[in-house]
């Protein structure tokens, strides 16, 4: 609850404003503050809330709960972009020519030299390498819950510097995005050991739109909401016929497991925050966005806890003729 106030009181400073505080205040000193929570949750699946509260943040790379680092990388030119987002207004801290794979377009296999596009964590730090990748790494997930799915392989994608000895003839990687040494001990310096997203693509980046997000956002916790009342049909429709679970489980499985799991008739209390809704490039130029936020989640049986967790929770969206729908979900 403490989690998501914040956000909510700013959407407040609207036409409806003082309504809408009373309201809230209203419903604390008759029902208590669990009919509060359901109020405030009501307004998170409202479109028009978010509308408002991304009405003047800068949104082409996304949305960011959090302060958040992001690396641009364009492998048409090739180049890579270095960015602060705080309270989602982004701020550029540099940019410069890159080296990445020869091959254009999709990673698919090991080996075949060509840097990925889409997502990606930065995860950690790497340092005392062979000095010909410089004086640091920044580690990525490749491959990542949608790379898995599609069956591509390969892995040690990096964000890495130049040899040392100053000798490099190659043009391009093997994969990885490399730049000079300077510039990336300036970016580890600004990070000082925080996590970072990176975003490839090649030719056209498409930013994500406030409409788009406003979309996303409400319907996450639309979905949100029938998941926790146990609204087993309502919460199928968010899920694409083709969607694919991480272990690979398809729609038609996925709908009976859940099925299963809805008629338990638990009493369930879910949580999201740090939530994080990026624009997933791909060689398909579909409206595809990657969505990640910790989740608290209990289940409850004759009010005794039954199942409980925190996790990071991971989905993958389209957006199609106005729909969004979930394609991927770890």
Known sequence: M????????????????????LEIVRLYQ???????????????ADKS??????????????????????????????????????????????????????????????????????????????????????????????????????????????????PLNGDRNELNTKGCIAIENPLLSSYDKVLKGEKAFLITYEDKFFPSTKEELSMILSSLFQWKEAWARGEFERYMRFYNPNFTRYDGMKFNAFKEYKKRVFAKNEKKRIAFSSINVIP?????????????????????????????????????VEIENNQVSIIMEK
């Open 2 to 21: 403490k989690k998501v106030l914040p956000a909510l009181l700013m959407g407040f400073v609207g036409l409806n404003a003082s309504d809408r505080l």
């Open 30 to 44: 008759k029902q208590g503050l669990e009919v509060v929570g359901q109020k405030l949750d009501s307004y998170l």
């Open 49 to 162: 809330f978010w509308a408002e509260e991304l009405q003047n943040k800068d949104t082409d790379f996304g949305y960011y709960q959090n302060k958040q680092f992001l690396f641009v990388a364009d492998k048409s030119k090739p180049s890579l972009e270095f960015y602060e987002i705080d309270n989602n207004m982004l701020k550029k801290i540099n940019s410069s020519k890159a080296l990445v794979g020869s091959k254009k377009g999709d990673k698919t296999l090991e080996g075949d030299l060509a840097t990925p596009i889409g997502v990606y964590r930065i995860t950690q730090k790497l340092e005392r390498l062979d000095q010909y990748y410089g004086v640091l790494a920044f580690v990525t997930n490749y491959p990542n819950l949608y790379d898995t799915l599609k069956k591509r392989t390969g892995h040690g994608i990096w964000v890495h510097g130049m």
């Open 280 to 316: 997933y490039p791909n060689s398909q130029n579909k409206r595809l966005f990657y969505v990640a936020f910790d989740q608290d989640y209990k289940a409850y049986q004759q009010n005794k806890l039954s199942y409980s967790s925190n996790s990071q929770k991971e989905l993958y």
